[in-house]
């Protein structure tokens, strides 16, 4: 299985890289919407907005499309933090899409905390392709408070 | 609250049960029978009759715990019409699958039997066989002797019936509380986090849980899947972790609270402590007032526009 060898690759890269040290950086993954905030990354990027380089973007057609799995699987693979964004409600490139996925991760939020998971380590955030500000400031506000908390070590050390 | 157990009741139910299967069996409205016939060591097993002769195995007493709705699924494959008998909670299993689509109602007849209350099989047959005989015959359980879900119950009466069989029971509301999910709740998070790893270390993975749940019914179940493999073979609490998630958050909005998973662990998991917290948040969120009650559309399958937000929530 060629495939699952190149994700436990992946995943001790990712392990290695949130060990705890002096000049330690979180590490967090980013679900991003295809259609609004992937592109409102892509906008702060184009705008050389300075932004912290702890997110690791992974692009989903929808934010519906975020299984809970991948979330729960982020922590568990050594992620500090995730973050899922996608188009403001009422913005959906599929008109609802949003709308199932915000039910969604309203309860997961929820579980993730009642698992012990500090809640503060899983964010969502609704960003248009336009605002590449916005995008900057969510990375930085994100990056400062996992980086505050500390690497997370529950999931991934179990 | 636990209801009164009445055996009177129960032997005339199981005395109408047998003459009505042999009915429907002759006359030739259903090819199967689906019901309990008693097993080895006294306990009910399901059993499909299939002969008129064969519907005088049934049996309808207060251990019939398990509910039949999902051996359903054995008898997907075919025109023929099956009967099956149902008390309350049964019922709501019986809607789940309905509900899920995964069996044609045309394809079922179902006898119903309004419930005075079922005992937890494995603590009776614990008991020592004077005071078994004294329960069984004599209708005189103690409150612990009843199953966890009689204590919640506010379904005693079948919700699917094409026949009922005795008078409804008398069904008052029962506010649905999650007291063991608020204990949780006032625990700090390191602590909770503890009490699940325990659980999880604990967990052989026998799949249990997953195969008496009437809402676990998927065609393909993605616990089994290769690829994506969305949990590893290997065991440790890691992936016990991922099994659980995956288990409880698929039945999250669907879940009936009949506490079936709990009662068949193997290893005595309290399960309904992870089902219940979807339960309670499904409730509160979205103001589900009966959220174990199958509906149309499950809570997590809508939306509605004033859904609290999360935007950057804490």
Redesign the interface.
Known sequence: MA??QATERQAREVASESRPGADWEPVIVAFLCNWCSYAGADSAGTGRMVQPANVRIIRVPCSGRVN??FI??AF?RGADGVLVSGCH?GDCHYS?GN??A??????????L????????RF????CSASEGQKWADIVRSISETVKALGPAQ???G? | MPRKLDVKTLGQAQGALRAEARRLLTDGTVSVFLGHEEGWDGLPVAFFAATPEEAGRLVWNPLVAFNLAKYLLDRLAGEEKVGIVVNGCGSLALDRILKDHRFPRERLYVVGIPCTGLLDPEKVLALPDEERERVLEGGEAGEDLYLKRCGWCDAPNPVVYDTLIGDPVPDEPVAQEYPR?VE??AMT?????????GL?EKCIRCFACRNVCPACNCRECSLDQW?P??MGRST???EQ??YH??RA?DV?GRCIRCGECERVCSVGIPLMELND??LK??SE??GVKRPHVPADIE?????A?E????????
């Open positions: 495939g699952s809970p799995r729960v699987r568990q409600p609802t709308f199932y915000r039910r969604r991760l309203l309860v997961l939020k929820s579980y905390e009642y698992l012990g998971i500090d809640p503060r964010e969502t955030h609704w529950t999931l991934a179990l | 999910v949780l709740e998070p390191e602590e909770r986090f503890e009490h699940f790893k999880y690829e493999l969305w440790g609490a890691s972790l991922m998630f995956i958050f999250a917290k979807f948040d499904i969120l979205f809570p997590l399958g809508q939306f526009l859904d609290p937000d999360l935007e950057g929530a804490v």
